[in-house]
């Protein structure tokens, strides 16, 4: 049997998935590095999912955790490739490399005033609350009584609960104590979601959508004019079950309400009012029901309705994420991700010898979590395929940890990581959370060395 | 007495894998699979084994008379998803 060294980097779920992909097959015996830019582990199930899921989160223990418990499988905490080591370094040491680095960066709305402060890409919000090292000095304007995001997804839901979820709530779940403490300072009692098309076009899913008929003193209103009983329409199934719940938050009476979440659905925002901050979006009507059987055009077209602005000091835009270019590696602009045919990164018609992607960095930012499975199940085929056929070699073995001593580099092993972990969960059982989140990096190295 | 696959799914389908009698959709090879929000069991061909609950990474699928209150529609939800090519109203 032959042996393969592979490094991952990248370890939230899509480099998680290719782990486990590599483990499970019996062709070679594989020797797995895992680089990690953070000194914490899991990626977006850290960084990404809400604080008010716990559910999701629990991947990482039930899952996750066992693949870095192999005797096969190093993690590399605190080590970043591109400067810490570089790709060509990378490449040199391992038969292949997988970049699992996911959508680092978020579309723009591009339109007028979209810098100003007081705006800024749910991504960015997302990370903040989440405790994410990068984003903890982020500072976000919760002093006005309105905010407004742009999107439909389900990270745009993600973010209206944040905004609207009691204190109480919020205080028994691990979210970053900076955001906790804003939140709960904060006076937005006001959330409105645009929808650039219809409701049923909306790419929230059901359960998202399901969990606002459960907020405590939070009452929904929905603007959409294709907003039909699920049997008057021949929508998919997932969608009239979306028509179906829409309809019942609608009917739902919330007694005393505090705080509102307002939909609006074939809203386009046109510009971003303020001069020096944020003051409100302007807001333009778009033609068109979703309906397939309208007769209408399926989206609604820009120009029709007279522009009108919303007042709000907080605009988030939440139109999806993208992929950010790796020094070293051909970069698709368009869709922003790295240029490949089924995982394999291609030069043009030229398959880079040795070099993956998975997740989304490889098929762009969308999906599950578990979606990531089937895509890291591609590529890890492809690197398998391409071990039989002995297109695979490594000119040296393990330079790598040289580099990183000569580097003077603290890198965080699996067992800091778990130290940090223990830490974290210690602070939360004594304030009845799951856990507090250490966000400074400092902090965190320190933990893990311990 | 079927399982019932709730919110929390993340459609990681390590229950598709392991269940004896491939009653969980939608699978890594089915179409519907890139735009599923997460996996269902049919509830007329589950054998209420459980083996998928001890797979499920995130702990989302429950005894149908055990589910957590906010989820008890899943059942409905489930059982809907199987039939919704043959009822215009099955929507739970």
Redesign the interface.
């Known amino acids: 049997m032959t042996s393969l060294r592979v490094a991952v980097v990248g370890s939230g779920p899509a480099g998680m998935y290719a782990i486990q992909h590599l483990l499970e097959q019996s062709l070679f015996d594989v020797d797995i590095d895992l680089f990690e830019r953070l000194p914490t582990p899991w990626g977006l199930v850290r960084a990404g999912v809400a604080p008010d899921h716990p559910e999701k989160k629990l991947i990482a223990d039930r899952l996750f955790r066992f693949f870095l418990k192999r005797d096969n499988v190093r993690f590399f905490g605190n080590v970043e490739i591109g400067s810490d080591i570089s790709h060509d370094e990378l490449t040199a040491s391992y038969d292949a490399v997988v970049y699992a680095v996911g959508a680092s960066d978020d579309k723009p709305l591009a339109i007028p005033g979209e810098r100003l402060p007081g705006s800024c890409s749910a991504r960015e919000f997302v990370a903040w609350y989440n405790g994410h090292p990068d984003y903890r000095h982020l500072q976000f304007d919760l002093s006005g009584p309105r905010a407004v995001i742009v999107g439909t997804g389900n990270v745009a839901l993600d973010v209206a609960r944040m905004l609207t979820l009691p204190a109480t709530a919020l205080a028994r779940t691990d979210i970053a104590e900076h955001a906790l403490e804003a939140l709960q300072a904060s006076h937005v009692n006001e959330v409105i979601v645009l929808g650039r098309r219809g409701c049923q076009q909306a790419a929230f899913h059901n359960p998202e959508l399901e969990e606002l008929l459960h907020l405590d003193g939070v009452e929904v209103q929905i603007e959409a004019d294709d907003l039909l009983p699920p049997e008057q329409t021949d929508a998919d199934w997932d969608t009239r079950r979306k028509l179906a719940t829409l309809i019942r938050l609608q009917a739902r009476r919330v007694a005393a309400p505090v705080k509102r979440i307002v939909f609006k659905f074939h809203r386009s925002p046109i510009a971003v009012s303020g001069d020096t901050h944020v003051t409100g979006v302007q807001v333009q009507t778009r033609v068109g029901s979703g309906s397939p059987r309208s007769g209408l055009p399926r989206y609604g077209s820009p120009g029709s309705g007279s522009p009108g602005t919303i007042d709000c000091g907080l605009l988030l835009r939440a139109i999806g994420y993208r992929g950010r270019a790796l020094p070293g590696l051909p970069f698709d602009l368009q869709t922003g991700v790295i240029s490949n045919v089924a995982g394999r990164v291609m030069d043009g018609s030229v398959p880079r010898t040795g070099v993956y992607v998975t997740g989304w960095i490889r098929r762009g930012p969308r999906g599950v979590i578990g979606s990531n499975k089937q895509c890291a199940a591609e590529t890890v085929g492809c690197l398998l395929a391409d071990a039989r056929a002995g297109k695979l070699s490594r000119r040296s073995d393990d330079p790598v940890a040289q580099a990183l001593i000569a580097n003077q580099r603290q890198v965080v092993s699996f067992g800091g990581w778990q130290r940090i972990d223990r830490t974290e969960r210690l602070a939360g059982s004594a304030r009845g959370r799951p856990r507090i989140k250490q966000t400074d990096i400092g902090e965190l190295l320190t933990s893990a060395g311990r | 007495m079927p399982f019932v696959i709730a919110?929390?799914?993340?459609?990681?389908?390590?229950c598709v894998e392991v269940c004896p009698v491939n009653c969980i959709s939608p699978g890594?090879q089915d179409p519907d699979?890139?735009?599923?929000?997460?996996m269902y069991i049919n509830p007329q061909q589950c054998i209420g084994c459980g083996v998928c609950v001890e797979v499920?990474?995130?702990?989302?699928i429950y005894g149908a008379d055990s589910l957590p209150a906010?989820w008890r529609h899943y059942a409905q939800?489930n059982r809907?998803?199987f039939m919704?090519r043959t009822r215009?109203?099955?929507?739970?």
């Open positions: 919110a929390p799914c993340v459609a990681d389908y390590s890594p699979f890139q735009n599923a929000e997460q499920c990474p995130v702990a989302a906010k939800v809907s998803y919704q215009a109203d099955d929507v739970p």
